[in-house]
């Protein structure tokens, strides 16, 4: 006995469980305000270095090269350059997606990071393609990386 | 915090600022689910607890009866080869009282919990359980002995629930 195979792990007796992780995740001081301006003001912001001259989106309190405290906001302007992206055909949960989605890592000119975003209106991506950013409208934006919509090709 | 720095920089929060919203934040649960199988020896456990029986394994290289029941003898490194069923009663190995509950909230009356020895299973084979029945928790005792106290037969889903309790066995006076 004792050898019984089984190879479906429900047709033994099992509990079923949702493991209950959580998490609250704050912007910080910078994320906040960085939201803030594109909620009130649609502006996309980046924070610069008065030292090493360098402009980081998103904005940080410090400067990472040489932790200087960054007190100097730029507006870095809705329009980028997509740096690298992917399609997905699956979402978060693994299942697949009626319609595929590009997300981009958008770099804005002269400065430092960039942001992730879907890339909308195209099935067609390419490193290099200038995107501009598409807000929603005021009343429906939540100071959320979704208050910018997409990217639109400006190709 | 160092001597001379009397201050840190940065932004003091209390969790009741996050409840109140007076910060942004994300709030996000992943679909962590799982599903735990109780293996080819546990799922006939909790299926004999339903008949009212608690079944242990054998193993006849070194003679051991083993319970809770398992597929392989840990002592010989092969597969256990028969079963057979142990009493309801037992003798406590060791226990603990606990006056505050699962959620941490505090306790009028105690929750024993121990680890009984089952007749009929090999020395220090045994199964973690409550105790009830007990007056004063300062009566339990190592080695005392003890017996199941069973859900009726109509309630039990074939879960280690099915036992409500062990009670304390009144030795017999001669």
């Not at chain 1, 996309?44 to 904005?59: E, T």
């Not at chain 2, 720095?5 to 996000?28: A, P, R």
């Not at chain 2, 010989?76 to 069923?85: R, V």
Request: proline share 5%.
């Amino acid at each position: 006995m004792s050898l019984e195979k089984i190879t479906n792990p429900l047709s033994a007796r099992h509990w079923m469980g949702d493991m209950e992780a959580d998490y609250v995740y704050t912007l910080g001081v910078a994320g906040e305000r960085f939201f803030k301006e594109i909620k009130e003001n649609g502006r996309i912001m980046g924070a610069k270095c008065p030292l090493c001259n360098i402009v980081f989106v998103p904005p940080r309190m410090y400067c990472e090269k040489c932790f200087e405290k960054l007190e100097e906001w730029v507006d870095v302007g809705r329009k980028g350059v997509i740096h690298t992206f992917t399609i997905a055909t699956i979402d978060v949960d693994g299942s697949k997606l009626k319609k595929p989605v590009i997300f981009a890592l958008i770099k804005f000119e002269g400065a430092h990071g960039g942001l992730i975003h879907k890339i909308g209106k195209t099935d067609k991506a390419r490193i290099g393609m200038k995107v501009e950013a598409i807000l929603r409208p005021p009343k429906e934006r939540k100071a959320s990386i979704n208050d910018i919509e997409y990217f639109k090709p400006l190709e | 915090m160092s001597a001379k720095i009397k201050n840190y920089s940065g932004e003091v929060l209390e969790t009741k600022d996050i409840k109140d919203g007076k910060v942004l934040t994300e709030k996000f649960r992943p679909k962590a689910k799982f599903a735990w199988s109780a293996g080819i020896a546990i799922s006939r456990f909790l299926d004999e607890l339903k008949n009212g029986n608690i079944i242990a394994t054998t193993c006849s290289k070194c003679g051991r009866v083993m319970v809770p029941p398992r597929i392989y003898c840990e002592k010989c490194y092969g597969p256990t080869d028969g079963w057979t069923y142990v009493k309801d009663t037992g003798a406590i190995n060791t226990y603990s009282v606990s006056f505050l509950a699962a959620d941490a909230t505090r306790l009028k009356e105690p929750i024993i919990v121990a680890i009984i020895n089952l007749d009929g299973a090999s020395e220090g084979m045994g199964i973690i359980h409550r105790i009830g029945e007990v007056e004063n928790w300062k009566e339990v005792k190592f080695g005392m002995k003890v017996k199941a106290v069973w859900k009726p037969s109509q309630q039990r889903t074939g879960a280690i629930t099915d036992i409500k309790y062990f009670k304390p066995l009144k030795e017999e006076k001669p």
